[in-house]
């Protein structure tokens, strides 16, 4: 089994930054892509952003160039820098790993962020 832990949520007033951080243990595995989603109520998870193994990355169109994902893989540690927040922000923040011989996803328990106007 893998665990998923995020932390670094929290409540920030609009324009602000929160670091957002996924830390990962379990067995000895080799973890692909991580990915940060978020959800609202009543709305589907949405992807955020995603970083493969090798640094390669993707954003979400709302997200590009305020928030930047990064991971440090020998302590297999996801981040999200974001900055520039806004109220359309406020979600849970959900850690996503992938296990490409598993052929499996892992989720991490969610993270509150809120962003005040």
């Known amino acids: 089994q893998v665990q998923l832990v995020e932390s670094g949520g929290g409540l920030v007033q609009a324009g602000g930054s929160l670091r957002l951080s996924c830390a990962a243990s379990?067995?000895?595995?080799?973890?692909?892509?991580m990915s940060w989603y978020r959800q609202t109520p009543g709305k589907q998870r949405d992807l955020v952003a995603q970083i493969t193994s090798g640094g390669s990355t993707n954003y979400a169109d709302s997200v590009r160039g305020r928030f930047t994902i990064s991971r440090d893989n020998a302590k297999n540690t996801l981040y999200l820098q974001m900055n520039s927040l806004k109220p359309e922000d406020t979600a849970v923040y959900y850690c996503?790993?992938?296990?490409?011989?598993?052929?499996?996803?892992?989720w991490g328990q969610g993270i509150q962020v809120t962003v005040s106007s």
């Open positions: 996503n790993a992938f296990i490409l011989v598993r052929l499996r996803n892992y």
């Open positions: 379990g067995d000895n595995f080799s973890i692909n892509t």
